[in-house]
C-alpha cells in the first residue's frame, strides 16, 4: 500500500495515508484492549522507538534474541496503522501496542480497561527539530518547508498527528481516569537509562536481575538501537524513507534545538507554550542563561492522591 501522496483526515486530524485509513483508524477507536496489553503512547518524534526497545528488552529479561530479530512495528505496532490487526492475530502472550492517539480518540476504547499505560513525553523544542528532520525524508509525510514554516505548523497543531499540546494535555490531563498509567519522559530515560529500565520493569511487574538490567540497557542504548536493523528503519524501501537524506536515528540527545532555533524563535515558542499550557499541571521551564529544561508534573494515583515528579536537565 503505497498512497505516499495520500492524506487521511480523521476527527479533523491529519494523518499519512500510507499506513493510515478511514477503517484502520475507525479500528482504533473501538478496539478492545486486553488487560494484559501495554499500550504506548507517545506523539511522534517522542523516544517511540526507544521505549519500545525498553519495553521488548525487559519482557525479555534481557535476552535480545527479539530485539535484533523481529521490527519494532511487528512486535509493538502502531494501533491505527492498516496492517496492526494481522500482527495482533499473530502475537503470543501479552501484546504491545503503540499508538500516536490523542487521548479523546481511544478513551472510550480504554474505560474500565486494565491494560497498561506507558506515556513517554519529550522536550516539544526537541521534537518539532527532530520530526521536521523527519519530514524531510519520510515520503510518505508532506514537505516541510524551511525550519520557520515547518515550526510555524507544529505550534497551530496542524502538522500530521495534530497539536503536540493537546496531546499531552489529553493523556496527562486524564492519568488519573486510567487504572496502570506510567509517565516517563526522554530526557529521564537519556540522564538515567539504568533507573528508567528499573521504572518500567516495576511497572510491567516484570523484575529483573542486576544482569538482566545491565543486559538490557546495552542492547537498548541509542548506539545500539542506531545499528538494529529492526529498529533503525533501514529495511524500509528507499521509495517510502529516503535514507541519502538523512538517518531515522539521527542524534538522539538532549537540547538539540539550540543548533536549529533563533532566539526569536525560542522565544515565541515559549510564548505559545505558556499560553497553550497555562491551566496544565504540566510545566515546562527553560531557565536562562543555562536553558535547563525543569519539567514538573503533578498526578493524581491511587497510590498517592498528588504524585509530584521533577526531573531537571540541559
Given at each position: 500500500?503505497?498512497?505516499?501522496?495520500?492524506?487521511?483526515?480523521?476527527?479533523?486530524?491529519?494523518?499519512?495515508?500510507?499506513?493510515?485509513?478511514?477503517?484502520?483508524?475507525?479500528?482504533?477507536?473501538?478496539?478492545?484492549?486486553?488487560?494484559?496489553?501495554?499500550?504506548?503512547?507517545?506523539?511522534?518524534?517522542?523516544?517511540?522507538?526507544?521505549?519500545?526497545?525498553?519495553?521488548?528488552?525487559?519482557?525479555?529479561?534481557?535476552?535480545?534474541?527479539?530485539?535484533?530479530?523481529?521490527?519494532?512495528?511487528?512486535?509493538?505496532?502502531?494501533?491505527?496503522?492498516?496492517?496492526?490487526?494481522?500482527?495482533?492475530?499473530?502475537?503470543?502472550?501479552?501484546?504491545?501496542?503503540?499508538?500516536?492517539?490523542?487521548?479523546?480518540?481511544?478513551?472510550?476504547?480504554?474505560?474500565?480497561?486494565?491494560?497498561?499505560?506507558?506515556?513517554?513525553?519529550?522536550?516539544?523544542?526537541?521534537?518539532?527539530?527532530?520530526?521536521?528532520?523527519?519530514?524531510?525524508?519520510?515520503?510518505?509525510?508532506?514537505?516541510?518547508?524551511?525550519?520557520?514554516?515547518?515550526?510555524?505548523?507544529?505550534?497551530?497543531?496542524?502538522?500530521?498527528?495534530?497539536?503536540?499540546?493537546?496531546?499531552?494535555?489529553?493523556?496527562?490531563?486524564?492519568?488519573?481516569?486510567?487504572?496502570?498509567?506510567?509517565?516517563?519522559?526522554?530526557?529521564?530515560?537519556?540522564?538515567?537509562?539504568?533507573?528508567?529500565?528499573?521504572?518500567?520493569?516495576?511497572?510491567?511487574?516484570?523484575?529483573?536481575?542486576?544482569?538482566?538490567?545491565?543486559?538490557?540497557?546495552?542492547?537498548?542504548?541509542?548506539?545500539?538501537?542506531?545499528?538494529?536493523?529492526?529498529?533503525?528503519?533501514?529495511?524500509?524501501?528507499?521509495e517510502i524513507m529516503d535514507h541519502s537524506k538523512g538517518k531515522f536515528m539521527r542524534r538522539g540527545k538532549m537540547g538539540d534545538w539550540k543548533n536549529m532555533f533563533t532566539?526569536?524563535?525560542?522565544?515565541?515558542f515559549d510564548a505559545v507554550y505558556s499560553s497553550q499550557m497555562v491551566e496544565s499541571s504540566l510545566l515546562f521551564k527553560w531557565e536562562r542563561p543555562e536553558d535547563a529544561?525543569?519539567?514538573?508534573?503533578?498526578?493524581?494515583?491511587?497510590?498517592?492522591?498528588?504524585?509530584?515528579?521533577?526531573?531537571?536537565?540541559?
Amino acid at each position: 500500500m503505497a498512497r505516499l501522496d495520500i492524506t487521511e483526515t480523521f476527527c479533523n486530524i491529519l494523518f499519512p495515508g500510507h499506513m493510515h485509513t478511514q477503517d484502520s483508524l475507525s479500528y482504533a477507536t473501538n478496539f478492545k484492549f486486553q488487560d494484559t496489553d501495554t499500550l504506548i503512547v507517545t506523539y511522534p518524534k517522542s523516544g517511540t522507538t526507544w521505549i519500545q526497545e525498553i519495553i521488548t528488552l525487559v519482557l525479555s529479561k534481557g535476552d535480545p534474541t527479539i530485539a535484533q530479530t523481529q521490527p519494532n512495528w511487528a512486535r509493538a505496532p502502531w494501533l491505527e496503522q492498516y496492517y496492526c490487526p494481522k500482527f495482533l492475530e499473530a502475537s503470543m502472550g501479552p501484546r504491545i501496542i503503540t499508538t500516536h492517539l490523542p487521548y479523546h480518540l481511544l478513551a472510550p476504547a480504554l474505560q474500565d480497561s486494565k491494560a497498561k499505560v506507558i506515556y513517554v513525553a519529550r522536550n516539544p523544542k526537541d521534537v518539532v527539530v527532530s520530526y521536521y528532520h523527519f519530514h524531510k525524508m519520510a515520503n510518505f509525510l508532506p514537505d516541510p518547508g524551511s525550519f520557520t514554516e515547518f515550526l510555524s505548523a507544529f505550534l497551530k497543531g496542524t502538522v500530521h498527528y495534530g497539536s503536540w499540546f493537546d496531546h499531552i494535555k489529553g493523556w496527562i490531563g486524564h492519568a488519573k481516569d486510567i487504572q496502570n498509567f506510567l509517565y516517563i519522559t526522554y530526557e529521564e530515560m537519556w540522564q538515567d537509562l539504568h533507573s528508567s529500565l528499573e521504572k518500567v520493569s516495576c511497572f510491567l511487574q516484570c523484575s529483573l536481575t542486576e544482569d538482566e538490567l545491565t543486559s538490557s540497557q546495552k542492547h537498548c542504548s541509542f548506539n545500539s538501537m542506531k545499528e538494529n536493523a529492526m529498529v533503525n528503519y533501514t529495511l524500509i524501501p528507499q521509495e517510502i524513507m529516503d535514507h541519502s537524506k538523512g538517518k531515522f536515528m539521527r542524534r538522539g540527545k538532549m537540547g538539540d534545538w539550540k543548533n536549529m532555533f533563533t532566539e526569536e524563535q525560542s522565544d515565541h515558542f515559549d510564548a505559545v507554550y505558556s499560553s497553550q499550557m497555562v491551566e496544565s499541571s504540566l510545566l515546562f521551564k527553560w531557565e536562562r542563561p543555562e536553558d535547563a529544561l525543569q519539567l514538573m508534573i503533578t498526578i493524581n494515583t491511587p497510590e498517592s492522591h498528588s504524585l509530584r515528579e521533577i526531573v531537571k536537565c540541559s
